[in-house]
């Protein structure tokens, strides 16, 4: 493992936060800003976003002084108005398996990590997180021992991408055989409590003419937040991943709390249902291997039952440790013998190989320092979420 602790140039104010940001913004919205902003005709404002949007999310700029095909005189306009800061990089691990994690500042206090790893989807996939925290306690994950502090906003996810793009000079995007050609959200925090903002950033790194990720490699990972399933698939056509994790509605309720709200019948109703779903765009399953908690054969077997009709692959997760974890990770002869029987079912490969354990960066291991503020606030949040 090597620790990079030097940290990236905080591009724009001092902290590295997003001030009156382009990025974040669509392009529709963009070009409606730029107009009201410039005082630019319809035409006009559509033909600089247009320029903009090029330089941002293809090349990669971060200072409207490099764009050249735009008047000095208006450059030093957009300038005065407008920021194209990127997070900071308050620390970068690098993993002996080459998996990288970066801890990244918004604001004072505001900090989430995302986690880069080469080899998985097509290329590599990046790991982004949706939220400051957690709101829900998910008993074998880090990241629910840190409450919510906020949601993150899109130009925040959006920055995940960007920051993870400068540091493996993943630049232009429209390059062949790009390293990061997947996008996962299976960082800190819960998605579907966030969606119009997760909605948003897909948007923007799906859009063609910039950072240009097809949908199908996008996947958007819930705990089961049934009530946003529909609207995610609808307006995003992003892909699925459920974290499962129990067969049986006494165990899930324990290991997964938010199934006391949406219980299992529900949460596969949803899946049946979820927009797009087919045999070649098949809703992932996840499940976590706990030593004689979930691990035993009947489970498997009640697994391929349960996602009988239902275009499913499955992921299992060997169990990835942190301090004070009340559980172990199943034997390895275990995970594979579980792993057997779902195989034999038509399901291949399911067994999801840890990476970058060596710098906490694998699987529920994330967290940050953040803490919240005030539990009114949390309350807030929660109360705004369905
Ligand atoms: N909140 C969302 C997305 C983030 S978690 C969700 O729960 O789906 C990403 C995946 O890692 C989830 O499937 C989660 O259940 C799993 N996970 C959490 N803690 C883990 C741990 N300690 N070991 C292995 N997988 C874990
Ligand atoms: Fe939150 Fe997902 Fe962790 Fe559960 S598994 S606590 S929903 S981040």
């Known amino acids: 493992m090597s620790i990079d602790q030097k940290p990236s140039k905080p591009l724009g104010n001092k902290e590295g936060a997003i001030g009156s940001a382009l990025i974040g913004l669509t392009r529709a919205e963009m070009r409606t800003r730029l107009g009201e902003d410039l005082g630019l005709s319809p035409a006009q404002a559509k033909m600089r976003s247009n320029q903009i949007w090029q330089w941002i999310y293809n090349f990669g700029v971060t200072d409207f002084a490099a764009m050249t095909n735009i008047a000095k005189e208006m450059r030093a306009k957009l300038s005065a108005l407008y920021t194209l800061a990127r997070p900071q990089m308050v620390e970068r691990q690098v993993s002996k398996d080459g998996t ?6 918004f604001a004072p206090g505001i900090e989430v990590e995302a986690v880069f790893i080469p080899g998985v989807g097509r290329k590599g996939a990046l790991c982004v997180s949706s939220q400051v925290g957690c709101t829900l306690n998910c008993t074998f994950c880090h990241t629910g021992t840190q409450n919510l502090v906020r949601n993150l906003t899109p130009a925040e996810i959006v920055g995940q991408v960007l920051a993870c793009k ?3 000079e993943e630049w232009p995007s429209s390059k062949v055989d790009r390293d990061l050609s997947n996008i996962v959200f299976m ?3 819960e998605p579907l409590y966030n969606t119009q903002n997760v909605a948003k950033a897909i948007e923007i790194i799906a859009d063609d003419e910039g950072i240009a990720l097809s949908r199908r490699r996008i996947t958007v990972s819930t705990s089961g ?4 399933m529909q609207a995610l698939g609808e307006t995003t056509q992003a892909m699925l ?18 199934n006391r709200k949406h219980n299992l019948a529900e949460l596969m109703e949803a899946c049946r249902t979820y927009p ?13 291997m706990l030593k004689g908690v979930n691990d035993s054969l009947r489970e498997a077997r009640d697994l391929v039952r349960l996602l009988k009709g239902i275009p499913a692959k499955i992921n299992l997760i060997p169990f990835n440790p942190w301090e004070g974890a009340p559980y172990q990770c199943s034997d390895w002869s275990q995970i594979e013998a579980f792993a057997d029987i779902i195989n034999r079912a038509g399901y291949s490969s399911p067994i999801r190989t840890p990476r970058g354990r060596d710098i906490a960066a ?8 953040s803490v919240k503020i005030r ?9 705004g979420q369905e």
């Open 276 to 288: 797009g779903a087919s045999n070649a765009r098949r809703i992932t399953f996840e499940y976590v």
């Open 241 to 258: 991943a459920i974290s499962l994790h129990a067969t049986n509605d006494a165990l899930r309720d324990e290991l997964v709390p938010i």
């Open 362 to 369: 694998a699987c529920g291991q994330l967290k940050s320092d």
């Open 187 to 189: 960082g800190m925090g």
């Open 166 to 168: 400068d540091d493996i």
């Open 100 to 105: 990288r994690k970066y801890l990244l500042r």
């Open 225 to 228: 937040v049934v009530s946003q």
């Open 375 to 383: 539990a009114s606030q949390l309350r807030k949040e929660k109360l």
